[in-house]
T-cell receptor, first 113, second 110 residues
Framework: DTAVSQTPKYLVTQMGNDKSIKCEQN?????MYWYKQDSKKFLKIMFS???????INETVPNRFSPKSPDKAHLNLHINSLELGDSAVYFC????????????FGPGTRLTVT | AQRVTQPEKLLSVFKGAPVELKCNYS??????LFWYVQYSRQRLQLLLR??SRESIKGFTADLNKGETSFHLKKPFAQEEDSAMYYC????????????FGQGTELSVKP
């Protein structure tokens, strides 16, 4: 009964490929997020969705396209992968988007070769 | 500009020693601050939030608005405290995003 789950856990792919990461939460939250953790372990917000609608796009390249089919899911599709996309991607969720605790998924370690 | 600063990348102490992980923030409004912990290759977990004013695993953190700080303290470090600690600021009316500090890796030696 994991609260926030992500698949896959590891993803190794070549430059130029397109890949997707899936996220699901069973907490009944209405807001979901994607964060990127770089090689220096720095965490930065990428996107925020509330009730399936995009509310934050933190100057992320167009190659990244999030999709929220329903409140419980937020997927991340990445086109034309680049070496610099190698990172750990964390999904998170919260009840509302006006502050409060966020619950994080286990992360997806993406390696682009 | 909204910013969170954790000046120490790595903090190494011996078991039983006091620990203080520093966090300073820059925010014009009323801040909502958190400490998250990430054990080796695991997900981030909430450790503390300033409004709850509680102690978790022996850790406490007090918001000092005058010094714009939210330092994390523990009087006696344990080996199992070794982890990455992130201070985070929740920005009201900006989609709930968390602005994280750079993180401090705490290493507690036996």
């Amino acid at each position: 009964d994991t609260a926030v789950s992500q698949t896959p856990k590891y993803l190794v792919t070549q430059m130029g490929n397109d890949k997707s990461i899936k996220c699901e939460q069973n907490l009944g939250h209405d807001t979901m997020y994607w964060y990127k953790q770089d090689s220096k372990k720095f965490l930065k917000i990428m996107f925020s969705y509330n009730n399936k609608e995009l509310i934050i796009n933190e100057t992320v390249p167009n190659r990244f396209s999030p999709k929220s089919p329903d409140k419980a899911h937020l997927n991340l599709h990445i086109n034309s992968l680049e070496l610099g996309d190698s990172a750990v991607y964390f999904c998170a969720s919260s009840q509302g988007y006006r502050g409060g605790e966020q619950y994080f998924g286990p992360g997806t370690r993406l390696t682009v070769t | 500009a909204q910013r969170v600063t954790q000046p120490e990348k790595l903090l190494s102490v011996f078991k039983g020693a006091p620990v203080e992980l520093k966090c300073n923030y820059s925010y014009s409004g009323s801040p909502e601050l958190f400490w998250y912990v990430q054990y080796s290759r695991q997900r981030l977990q909430l450790l503390l939030r300033h409004i709850s004013r509680e102690s978790i695993k022996g850790f406490t953190a007090d918001l000092n608005k005058g010094e714009t700080s939210f330092h994390l303290k523990k009087p006696f470090a344990q080996e199992e405290d070794s982890a990455m600690y992130y201070c985070a600021l929740s920005v009201y009316n900006q989609g709930g995003k968390l602005i994280f500090g750079q993180g401090t890796e705490l290493s507690v030696k036996p």
